[in-house]
T-cell receptor, first 113, second 114 residues
């Protein structure tokens, strides 16, 4: 069953606003990944996090690996229309092997010009 | 450019028919994966392969089959036993050299039933 929760499920924002979304789990993860999916395409990796407390930026995107290792956050500053899409978190759960990860259900972002 | 190529982009299946989705990667990755995505849902793992000639069932393997005869290729067959095959299918790969290495995705195949 679903092991990762993402919130919000969807959001509508004005262009230029900042965006925050998060991913939570009841299990400990040792890797967090954030992906963006445009309609009809495959997800594209945005940021990878490997250490509790880690804060990593990629342009206007910033993601953090939660201290408890059970959550992660993604922020987008000064949103633009091309930020529209579905944002997925994915995690590699501690105690499992290899690269198999679990995906959250996604946060759908709409940007109003 | 290195990447993952899925084909075809769109596929239609008749009742009782098996269809095969292609996935090729030139990233020299050891591990490959197949996911199913339904509207409004996340990705669910169908099968994955860590090395050539080896593969493991994921969370929803029933009605699907795979092979991994070559490192760069990981085709997925949707069999007639899969009663609800309409979905968006995504193939991914990772270098498999460390726990939690990021997966890189193809652009997907959309399968529909005629």
């Amino acid at each position: 069953g679903q092991q990762l929760n993402q919130s919000p499920q969807s959001m509508f924002i004005q262009e230029g606003e900042d965006v925050s979304m998060n991913c939570t789990s009841s299990s400990i993860f040792n890797t967090w990944l954030w992906y963006k999916q445009d309609p009809g395409e495959g997800p594209v990796l945005l940021i990878a996090l490997y250490k509790a407390g880690e804060l990593t930026s990629n342009g206007r995107l910033t993601a953090q690996f939660g201290i408890t290792r059970k959550d992660s956050f993604l922020n987008i500053s000064a949103s633009i229309p091309s930020d529209v899409g579905i944002y997925f978190c994915a995690g590699h759960r501690a105690g499992t092997s290899y690269d198999k990860v679990i995906f959250g259900p996604g946060t759908s972002l709409s940007v109003i010009p | 450019d290195g990447g993952i190529t899925q084909s075809p982009k769109y596929l239609f299946r008749k009742e009782g028919q098996n269809v095969t989705l292609s996935c090729e990667q030139n990233l020299n990755h050891d591990a490959m994966y197949w996911y199913r995505q339904d509207p409004g849902q996340g990705l669910r793992l169908i099968y994955y392969s860590q090395i050539v000639n080896d593969f493991q069932k994921g969370d929803i393997a029933e009605g699907y089959s795979v092979s991994r005869e070559k490192k760069e290729s990981f085709p997925l067959t949707v069999t007639s036993a899969q009663k609800n095959p309409t979905a968006f299918y995504l193939c991914a790969s990772s270098n498999g050299q460390g726990i939690g290495q990021p997966q890189h995705f193809g652009d997907g195949t959309r399968l529909s039933i005629l």
